[in-house]
């Protein structure tokens, strides 16, 4: 059984809101598709960042604390 799909939501100044509508108009997208169409390959990109960095980091003996 699939999660529940959650919902954001972000505030554009009226003009940017106007060229984002622009634009999904163009392409006959809904600016719901459009946004997770953008901001999705970025989140896996920076989560994909962390866990590299994180595996890198624990291969060299460092942890996330910087105490002794």
Do not use: N, W, Y
Not at 50 to 68: C, F, H, M, N, P
């Amino acid at each position: 059984m699939a999660l529940e799909r959650k919902d954001i939501r972000a505030k554009l100044d009226a003009e940017m809101h106007a060229k984002l509508k622009a634009i999904c108009d163009a392409d006959e997208i809904d600016m719901g598709e459009f946004i997770e169409a953008v901001l999705v390959p970025v989140i896996e990109k920076r989560v994909h960042a962390a866990i590299v960095l994180a595996d890198r980091l624990q291969r060299q003996g460092k942890t996330g604390s910087s105490r002794e």
